[in-house]
């Protein structure tokens, strides 16, 4: 996997996991807002890791 993808790939994962512990903080259900981000960042972490799948079996 090309390294600028595995970096930004783990700045999605840092970003998303400091909200999910954020949210866990309060005791209510969190904004939908911030449901919302989690989500997104979810399809985006996935998005990225198919691309990089996808470079990795390309030939060279």
Not at 7 to 24: D, G, N, V, Y
């Amino acid at each position: 996997m090309p390294n600028k993808l595995i970096a930004l790939l783990e700045r999605l994962k840092a970003h998303q996991r400091t909200l999910i512990l954020a949210a866990a903080e309060v005791d209510a259900l969190p904004a939908a807002s911030v449901i919302r981000q989690i989500a997104e960042l979810e399809n985006v972490i996935a998005a990225v890791e198919a691309v990089a799948e996808e470079e990795r079996r390309r030939p060279r």
